[in-house]
């Protein structure tokens, strides 16, 4: 578990070194598959000051199994799609400007150029409002479940983002770094959407074009790299 803490913390920290977090808004986590254990930033540390050993471990159901302090209150969101998505390996939520600023205005991101197409395949989907029957319930595992659902239909490994609607990003990817990474591009794609869309309000984007640039960095015919 050594090393998915070192992963995490690296990851958390690469967050507010990158500008993506203020103060302490935002958190990642990893996961252990194979036992079952999440590790996950602590609610309310500056970043500043976090250690290695500050590192939160809870299992699935969102026990605490090792650490001296409180996880994040966003932890049953990050369980709900570790449960759901399979296939991911650490998950980062910000509430980086451009993004969130999309969250709040309740709408995708729409893919305009080559550069979203290069890491997100189609818009980067906005959640539902959530109920005031889930508001009232366990809301941050009503999050999660807010994400999933409007997954349905999509691949999560070929669109790893969301916006969750009224509040901000949540992003993943098969490591921790690689979540963050995705954070920092998810708030760049936004910001340029955003600019785009005061430029020409009609602006779009060739869905071949898209393909194209999604398929040359992603699947078993990617040429992209070395």
């Known amino acids: 578990m050594e090393d ?3 992963s995490v913390l690296k990851a958390n920290l690469e967050l507010f070194r990158s500008g993506l977090v203020t103060h302490t808004w935002g958190n990642a986590s990893g996961i252990d598959r194979e036992r079952g254990i999440v590790v996950i930033k602590p609610s309310g540390v ?10 939160v471990l809870v299992d699935l159901e969102g026990n605490v199994v090792g650490g001296h302090l409180k996880p994040s209150s966003d932890t ?3 369980l709900a799609l570790y449960k759901a998505f399979p296939e991911i390996g650490g998950i980062v939520h910000t509430h980086s400007t ?10 995708d991101i729409p893919c305009l150029g080559t550069t979203h197409a290069d890491y997100f395949r189609g818009p980067v989907p906005c959640t539902a409002d959530l109920t005031e029957e889930q508001l009232a319930g366990e809301y941050e595992k009503e999050t999660g479940i807010a994400i999933v659902n409007r997954f349905q239909g999509l691949d999560p490994a070929h669109t790893p ?6 509040h901000g990003p ?6 921790p770094e690689e979540a963050a ?3 920092s591009v998810l708030e760049e794609i936004a910001k340029m959407a955003f600019i785009t869309l005061q430029i020409n309000p009609a602006a779009s984007c060739n869905k071949s074009l898209e393909d194209i640039h999604f398929f040359r960095k992603h699947g078993p015919g990617a040429r992209y790299g070395q």
């Open 98 to 107: 451009y993004a969130t600023a999309w969250a709040q205005a309740g709408f």
């Open 46 to 55: 500056p970043y500043d000051t976090m250690t290695e050993e500050d590192m």
């Open 161 to 166: 983002a969301a916006l969750v609607r009224n």
């Open 181 to 183: 990474f995705h954070a």
């Open 76 to 78: 049953p969101t990050h």
């Open 4 to 6: 998915l803490k070192r």
């Open 170 to 175: 949540f992003t993943w990817g098969k490591s």
